[in-house]
């Protein structure tokens, strides 16, 4: 279960295991967002989001402790 969410700068080659998330549109941005998740095992890795991000937020009605 994801417990944390942060947006960061590109990270290095290799430094996290990264996942795309993209559509195919004619009005794709050029600019990405690089999103940083950890689970509650505390594993990282990065989704890569097109577009400039305006925030990120983690739903309190979806963690369950």
Request: aromatic share 16%; net charge negative; glycine share 6%.
């Amino acid at each position: 279960m994801i417990i944390d969410v942060n947006i960061v700068n590109q990270p290095l080659s290799g430094e996290y295991e990264e996942r795309i998330y993209d559509i195919s549109s004619q009005w794709n941005s050029q600019k990405w967002t690089w999103i940083k998740f950890t689970n509650d095992d505390f594993y990282e890795w990065c989704g890569e989001f097109r577009g400039e991000a305006r925030g990120v937020a983690l739903s309190k009605n979806t963690i369950r402790y």
